[in-house]
């Protein structure tokens, strides 16, 4: 059974940051690309970072580059997302995927608010 288990969302202030953590189980997690999305509301889900499956390749959006970084421990079956200098406009629940083909795998998410 796939399973990929987000934590490490919580309440936090603007300029304060917060390390989330996604655990994976059921599938071959180091031949599948990892990537983190969120999203506010019914908006659309925002893809935000993502790696290539041994490490060596991540990719950001442009509202977070030079804030978060994301990268896996293939060992640990676990990616991460370390998130700094957080604004209110991060405020948004953040869900891993993991992706090869056309097959997609999702987490169910972990909120995270940042107040001003």
């Known amino acids: 059974q796939v399973q990929l288990v987000e934590s490490g969302g919580g309440s936090v202030q603007a300029g304060d940051s917060l390390r989330l953590s996604c655990v994976a189980s059921?599938?071959?997690?180091?031949?599948?690309?990892m990537s983190w999305y969120r999203q506010v509301l019914t908006d659309k889900r925002e893809l935000v970072a993502a790696?290539?499956?041994?490490?060596?390749?991540?990719d950001y959006a442009d509202s977070v580059k030079g804030r978060f970084t994301i990268s896996r421990d293939n060992d640990e079956q676990k990616l991460y997302l370390d998130m700094t200098e957080l604004r209110p406009e991060d405020t948004a629940v953040y869900y891993c995927?993991?992706?090869?083909?056309?097959?997609?795998?999702w987490g169910r998410g972990t909120q995270v608010t940042v107040s001003s």
């Open positions: 059921g599938f071959t997690f180091k031949t599948y690309g």
């Open positions: 790696i290539s499956s041994n490490g060596n390749y991540a």
């Open positions: 995927k993991a992706y090869q083909l056309a097959t997609n795998y």
